[in-house]
């Protein structure tokens, strides 16, 4: 995941603590699939962003 990530993912993490039931399960979680190569901060900034009510399209 890296150190500038994993600052990322837990500053969304605290942005959203109200909304997370458990997140060191959450950390737990993306620490797992960034073992298996398959962690994306998008998807964290990007559900953040939701939360806060920005318009968020794909661009494909």
Known sequence: MGPENAAAAI???????GHINSAGGYLLDL??????????????LMALMRARGVQ?????
């Not at 500053?11 to 603590?17: G, P, S, V």
């Not at 073992?35 to 901060?41: C, D, K, P, T």
């Open 11 to 17: 500053a969304c993490i605290l942005e959203r603590q």
């Open 31 to 44: 620490t797992s699939k960034a073992r298996r190569g398959e962690f994306s901060l998008g998807p964290v």
């Open 56 to 60: 968020v399209r794909r661009v494909s």
